[in-house]
C-alpha cells in the first residue's frame, strides 16, 4: 500500500491548456519540469472562492502539489511562480504565446522528463512577456525545439550529394530533413524553394546561444520567408495543420 508521502508530490509546471470537467473541475493538460507532460484535475476550480483558479490559466509558470488519482493526477496546491501578465494584455503577444504552446502540446506525449524542452519553453515565454523581438524569439524556439526533439535540420550541406552549401538561393526538403543544392534538385523535385538570407538566419539560430541571438534584427522579408517555410516543415513532422499560425495571421 502507497504511504501518503509516495501518492503526493511537488511539481514546477506550465499550463498548456485545459477544459471543463462536470459542475466545478477543470482537466488540465500540464508540463512540467520533473516528469513532462502530464494531465491533472482542479477540483472545485470553477467555484466562485476556489483559490485555484487564477493560478491555472494558459501560459502560467506554477508550483503545484500533486497527489496521485487513479486515472489523472490531483492538483491539492498551486502558487504561481510568473503570469507573464504582459503576454495577457497583449493579443499578438498572446497569439505566439498560444502557438509556443501548441507546438510543445503536438509534439510531446507523457513519456517523461525533458528538462532542456521545459527551460526552453519557459525561457521562449519569458522572453515575449519582457517585450524582446518577436521574430527572433520565436524562430530561435523553433529550431531549436526541432533540434532537442530530433527534427533538426541538415543546414550546412548537400543531403543528397552530400557537398557544401553555396552561397545562392538553395531548396528545402521536408522529407529528407535538410537543405538540397540546385544540382541535386531532381532527387526531390517537391522541395521548397529557400533564399540564401533565410538559410543563413536558420544556420545562425541552429548554431548559436541566445545571448548571441537577442541583439540581431531580422529583415521584414526574412521573417515571412522564415515563418511560411518553418510552419510548412512543422506541419510535414506532425501531419496535420496547425491551428494557431491561422490565428495568428488573423490578429496581425
Given at each position: 500500500m502507497m504511504t501518503k508521502e509516495a501518492r503526493s508530490y511537488r511539481a514546477q509546471g506550465l499550463v498548456i491548456r485545459h477544459r471543463e470537467f462536470g459542475e466545478a473541475d477543470r482537466i488540465l493538460t500540464l508540463y512540467?519540469?520533473?516528469?513532462?507532460k502530464l494531465q491533472a484535475i482542479a477540483k472545485g476550480v470553477r467555484k466562485l472562492k476556489s483559490r485555484?483558479?487564477?493560478?491555472?490559466?494558459?501560459?502560467?509558470?506554477?508550483?503545484?502539489?500533486?497527489?496521485?488519482?487513479?486515472?489523472?493526477?490531483?492538483?491539492?496546491?498551486?502558487?504561481?511562480?510568473?503570469?507573464?501578465?504582459?503576454?495577457?494584455?497583449?493579443?499578438?503577444?498572446?497569439a505566439l504565446a498560444a502557438y509556443v504552446?501548441?507546438?510543445?502540446?503536438?509534439?510531446?506525449?507523457?513519456?517523461?522528463?525533458?528538462?532542456?524542452?521545459?527551460?526552453?519553453?519557459?525561457e521562449t515565454l519569458s522572453r515575449l512577456d519582457a517585450g524582446v523581438s518577436p521574430a527572433l524569439v520565436v524562430h530561435y524556439y523553433e529550431v531549436h525545439l526541432m533540434d532537442i526533439l530530433g527534427f533538426k535540420?541538415?543546414?550546412?550541406?548537400?543531403?543528397?550529394?552530400?557537398s557544401d552549401i553555396q552561397p545562392e538561393d538553395q531548396y528545402f526538403s521536408a522529407k529528407l530533413g535538410g537543405v538540397i543544392c540546385p544540382n541535386s534538385l531532381s532527387s526531390d523535385p517537391s522541395a521548397w524553394s529557400v533564399s540564401m538570407n533565410a538559410l543563413r538566419y536558420l544556420r545562425f539560430f541552429q548554431r548559436s546561444p541566445w545571448p548571441q541571438?537577442?541583439?540581431?534584427?531580422?529583415?521584414?522579408?526574412?521573417?515571412?520567408?522564415?515563418?511560411?517555410?518553418?510552419?510548412?516543415?512543422?506541419?510535414?513532422?506532425?501531419?496535420?495543420?496547425?491551428?494557431?499560425?491561422?490565428?495568428?495571421?488573423?490578429?496581425?
Open positions: 512540467t519540469l520533473e516528469k513532462g485555484k483558479a487564477g493560478h491555472l490559466e494558459p501560459f502560467s509558470q506554477v508550483a503545484l502539489q500533486l497527489a496521485k488519482g487513479r486515472n489523472l493526477e490531483v492538483i491539492t496546491q498551486v502558487e504561481t511562480i510568473r503570469n507573464l501578465s504582459n503576454i495577457r494584455e497583449n493579443l499578438k503577444l498572446t504552446l501548441e507546438l510543445l502540446d503536438r509534439f510531446t506525449y507523457e513519456e517523461g522528463e525533458n528538462r532542456a524542452l521545459y527551460n526552453l519553453v519557459v535540420p541538415q543546414l550546412q550541406q548537400c543531403v543528397i550529394c552530400g541571438v537577442k541583439s540581431r534584427t531580422i529583415p521584414e522579408e526574412v521573417d515571412r520567408e522564415l515563418s511560411k517555410l518553418i510552419e510548412k516543415y512543422l506541419t510535414y513532422l506532425l501531419e496535420y495543420s496547425l491551428k494557431t499560425p491561422g490565428f495568428l495571421d488573423a490578429v496581425s
